[in-house]
T-cell receptor
Protein backbone atom coordinates (compact mmCIF):
# COMPACT_ATOMS: atom_id res chain seq x y z
CA UNK A 1 0.00 0.00 0.00
CA UNK A 2 1.17 3.53 -0.74
CA UNK A 3 2.53 5.42 2.22
CA UNK A 4 3.32 9.05 2.91
CA UNK A 5 6.29 10.08 0.83
CA UNK A 6 8.65 12.81 1.91
CA UNK A 7 11.47 14.31 -0.07
CA UNK A 8 14.28 14.79 0.22
CA UNK A 9 15.20 12.31 2.94
CA UNK A 10 18.30 14.26 3.87
CA UNK A 11 19.17 17.90 3.34
CA UNK A 12 22.20 19.94 4.31
CA UNK A 13 21.94 23.72 4.18
CA UNK A 14 24.03 26.60 5.37
CA UNK A 15 22.82 29.28 7.76
CA UNK A 16 20.60 31.89 6.18
CA UNK A 17 19.78 29.65 3.23
CA UNK A 18 16.30 28.47 2.30
CA UNK A 19 14.93 24.94 2.15
CA UNK A 20 11.80 23.35 0.74
CA UNK A 21 10.50 20.07 2.08
CA UNK A 22 7.87 18.13 0.17
CA UNK A 23 5.19 15.76 1.35
CA UNK A 24 3.00 13.48 -0.73
CA UNK A 25 0.11 12.16 1.36
CA UNK A 26 -1.60 8.85 0.88
CA UNK A 27 -4.06 9.12 -2.05
CA UNK A 28 -7.52 10.41 -1.03
CA UNK A 29 -6.31 11.58 2.38
CA UNK A 30 -7.78 14.99 3.09
CA UNK A 31 -5.55 16.30 5.90
CA UNK A 32 -1.81 16.88 6.07
CA UNK A 33 0.25 17.68 9.17
CA UNK A 34 3.82 18.87 9.58
CA UNK A 35 5.93 18.13 12.66
CA UNK A 36 9.43 19.07 13.75
CA UNK A 37 11.48 16.79 15.99
CA UNK A 38 14.73 18.07 17.43
CA UNK A 39 17.42 15.73 18.80
CA UNK A 40 16.08 13.91 21.85
CA UNK A 41 12.77 15.77 21.64
CA UNK A 42 9.19 14.74 21.00
CA UNK A 43 7.57 15.69 17.69
CA UNK A 44 6.26 19.25 17.79
CA UNK A 45 3.30 20.25 15.67
CA UNK A 46 3.93 22.98 13.13
CA UNK A 47 0.92 23.32 10.86
CA UNK A 48 -1.89 21.35 9.21
CA UNK A 49 -4.10 21.57 6.16
CA UNK A 50 -7.57 20.20 5.53
CA UNK A 51 -8.75 20.14 1.94
CA UNK A 52 -5.98 22.55 0.93
CA UNK A 53 -6.89 25.14 3.57
CA UNK A 54 -4.81 25.76 6.67
CA UNK A 55 -6.69 24.15 9.53
CA UNK A 56 -4.43 24.50 12.56
CA UNK A 57 -1.20 26.21 13.45
CA UNK A 58 1.31 25.30 16.11
CA UNK A 59 4.78 26.51 16.98
CA UNK A 60 5.79 27.34 13.44
CA UNK A 61 8.31 30.19 13.17
CA UNK A 62 7.42 33.17 11.00
CA UNK A 63 10.38 32.23 8.79
CA UNK A 64 8.52 29.07 7.81
CA UNK A 65 5.51 28.82 5.56
CA UNK A 66 3.58 25.95 4.11
CA UNK A 67 0.88 25.24 1.62
CA UNK A 68 -1.10 22.38 0.19
CA UNK A 69 -1.56 22.18 -3.54
CA UNK A 70 -4.45 21.06 -5.73
CA UNK A 71 -3.01 17.55 -5.95
CA UNK A 72 -2.90 17.49 -2.13
CA UNK A 73 0.85 17.41 -1.84
CA UNK A 74 2.27 19.88 0.63
CA UNK A 75 5.46 21.88 0.87
CA UNK A 76 7.15 23.39 3.90
CA UNK A 77 9.26 26.39 3.00
CA UNK A 78 11.94 27.45 5.44
CA UNK A 79 13.91 30.67 5.04
CA UNK A 80 16.81 32.32 6.87
CA UNK A 81 17.77 28.94 8.26
CA UNK A 82 19.32 28.83 11.71
CA UNK A 83 21.42 26.15 13.38
CA UNK A 84 18.48 25.42 15.67
CA UNK A 85 16.34 24.41 12.70
CA UNK A 86 18.35 21.22 12.38
CA UNK A 87 15.83 18.50 13.05
CA UNK A 88 13.74 15.72 11.62
CA UNK A 89 10.66 17.01 9.85
CA UNK A 90 7.73 14.65 9.57
CA UNK A 91 4.65 14.87 7.46
CA UNK A 92 1.51 12.89 8.21
CA UNK A 93 -1.84 12.44 6.51
CA UNK A 94 -5.29 11.30 7.57
CA UNK A 95 -8.66 10.68 6.00
CA UNK A 96 -11.98 11.29 7.71
CA UNK A 97 -10.16 12.36 10.87
CA UNK A 98 -8.97 8.86 11.70
CA UNK A 99 -5.47 7.57 12.39
CA UNK A 100 -2.47 9.42 11.00
CA UNK A 101 0.12 7.88 8.76
CA UNK A 102 3.57 9.41 9.04
CA UNK A 103 6.30 9.61 6.46
CA UNK A 104 9.89 8.60 7.11
CA UNK A 105 10.84 12.22 7.58
CA UNK A 106 13.38 14.65 6.18
CA UNK A 107 16.54 15.13 8.19
CA UNK A 108 17.59 18.75 7.86
CA UNK A 109 21.08 19.74 8.95
CA UNK A 110 21.96 23.41 9.04
CA UNK A 111 25.69 24.15 9.13
CA UNK B 1 -5.55 20.55 24.84
CA UNK B 2 -6.31 17.80 27.30
CA UNK B 3 -3.13 16.38 28.78
CA UNK B 4 -1.91 12.86 29.30
CA UNK B 5 0.55 11.45 31.83
CA UNK B 6 2.71 8.41 31.14
CA UNK B 7 5.68 6.80 32.89
CA UNK B 8 8.98 7.96 31.45
CA UNK B 9 10.23 4.45 30.88
CA UNK B 10 9.33 0.81 31.28
CA UNK B 11 11.12 -2.44 30.81
CA UNK B 12 9.84 -5.80 29.70
CA UNK B 13 11.20 -9.21 28.91
CA UNK B 14 10.80 -10.62 25.46
CA UNK B 15 7.63 -12.64 24.86
CA UNK B 16 5.99 -11.33 28.02
CA UNK B 17 2.92 -9.07 28.04
CA UNK B 18 3.42 -5.35 28.52
CA UNK B 19 0.90 -2.95 30.03
CA UNK B 20 1.58 0.69 29.26
CA UNK B 21 -0.58 3.05 31.35
CA UNK B 22 -1.83 6.51 30.50
CA UNK B 23 -3.72 8.94 32.71
CA UNK B 24 -5.97 11.55 31.13
CA UNK B 25 -8.15 12.86 33.92
CA UNK B 26 -9.28 15.95 31.96
CA UNK B 27 -10.49 14.02 28.93
CA UNK B 28 -13.62 15.43 27.28
CA UNK B 29 -16.53 13.44 25.95
CA UNK B 30 -15.45 13.89 22.34
CA UNK B 31 -11.79 12.99 22.81
CA UNK B 32 -10.55 9.82 21.22
CA UNK B 33 -7.61 8.05 22.88
CA UNK B 34 -4.86 7.36 20.38
CA UNK B 35 -1.63 5.44 20.80
CA UNK B 36 1.36 5.89 18.55
CA UNK B 37 4.87 4.58 18.81
CA UNK B 38 8.14 5.78 17.41
CA UNK B 39 11.00 3.44 16.70
CA UNK B 40 14.50 4.93 16.53
CA UNK B 41 15.04 7.11 13.45
CA UNK B 42 11.54 6.47 12.13
CA UNK B 43 8.33 8.43 11.92
CA UNK B 44 5.61 7.81 14.49
CA UNK B 45 3.48 4.76 13.77
CA UNK B 46 -0.20 4.34 14.57
CA UNK B 47 -0.91 1.58 17.07
CA UNK B 48 -4.55 1.78 18.10
CA UNK B 49 -7.31 4.18 19.13
CA UNK B 50 -10.65 4.07 20.90
CA UNK B 51 -13.41 6.16 22.42
CA UNK B 52 -15.16 4.21 25.16
CA UNK B 53 -15.01 0.49 24.53
CA UNK B 54 -11.93 -1.69 24.66
CA UNK B 55 -10.35 -2.21 21.27
CA UNK B 56 -8.22 -4.95 19.76
CA UNK B 57 -6.18 -5.09 16.59
CA UNK B 58 -3.30 -7.12 15.26
CA UNK B 59 -0.75 -4.96 17.05
CA UNK B 60 -2.22 -4.42 20.49
CA UNK B 61 -5.23 -4.04 22.74
CA UNK B 62 -6.52 -0.86 24.32
CA UNK B 63 -8.28 -1.07 27.65
CA UNK B 64 -10.22 2.08 28.58
CA UNK B 65 -11.38 2.73 32.12
CA UNK B 66 -15.10 3.10 32.62
CA UNK B 67 -14.73 6.78 33.58
CA UNK B 68 -12.32 7.23 30.65
CA UNK B 69 -9.78 8.97 32.87
CA UNK B 70 -7.15 6.37 32.16
CA UNK B 71 -6.29 3.74 29.60
CA UNK B 72 -3.78 0.95 29.12
CA UNK B 73 -2.07 -0.18 25.97
CA UNK B 74 -1.44 -3.91 26.06
CA UNK B 75 1.19 -5.63 23.98
CA UNK B 76 0.39 -9.29 24.38
CA UNK B 77 3.86 -10.65 23.66
CA UNK B 78 6.66 -8.13 23.51
CA UNK B 79 9.34 -8.60 20.90
CA UNK B 80 12.63 -6.79 20.47
CA UNK B 81 11.02 -4.86 17.60
CA UNK B 82 8.52 -3.37 20.05
CA UNK B 83 11.25 -1.32 21.72
CA UNK B 84 10.13 2.25 21.06
CA UNK B 85 8.70 5.39 22.58
CA UNK B 86 4.95 4.98 23.06
CA UNK B 87 2.74 8.04 23.01
CA UNK B 88 -0.78 8.29 24.41
CA UNK B 89 -2.61 11.14 22.67
CA UNK B 90 -6.05 12.64 23.12
CA UNK B 91 -7.65 13.96 20.00
CA UNK B 92 -11.02 15.59 19.47
CA UNK B 93 -13.20 14.56 16.59
CA UNK B 94 -12.72 17.94 14.93
CA UNK B 95 -11.20 17.83 11.49
CA UNK B 96 -7.65 19.03 11.17
CA UNK B 97 -6.90 18.97 14.84
CA UNK B 98 -3.31 18.04 15.35
CA UNK B 99 -1.82 15.19 17.36
CA UNK B 100 -0.02 16.50 20.46
CA UNK B 101 2.98 14.34 21.30
CA UNK B 102 3.78 14.71 24.96
CA UNK B 103 6.45 12.88 26.88
CA UNK B 104 5.81 9.26 26.09
CA UNK B 105 7.02 6.01 27.61
CA UNK B 106 10.29 4.59 26.42
CA UNK B 107 9.84 0.83 26.36
CA UNK B 108 12.90 -1.37 26.54
CA UNK B 109 12.55 -5.06 25.71
CA UNK B 110 15.13 -7.41 27.15
CA UNK B 111 16.02 -10.64 25.36
Amino acid sequence: AAGVIQSPRHLIKEKRETATLKCYPIPRHDTVYWYQQGPGQDPQFLISFYEKMQSDKGSIPDRFSAQQFSDYHSELNMSSLELGDSALYFCASTIDNTEAFFGQGTRLTVV
Amino acid sequence: DAKTTQPNSMESNEEEPVHLPCNHSTISGTDYIHWYRQLPSQGPEYVIHGLTSNVNNRMASLAIAEDRKSSTLILHRATLRDAAVYYCILRDRNYGQNFVFGPGTRLSVLP
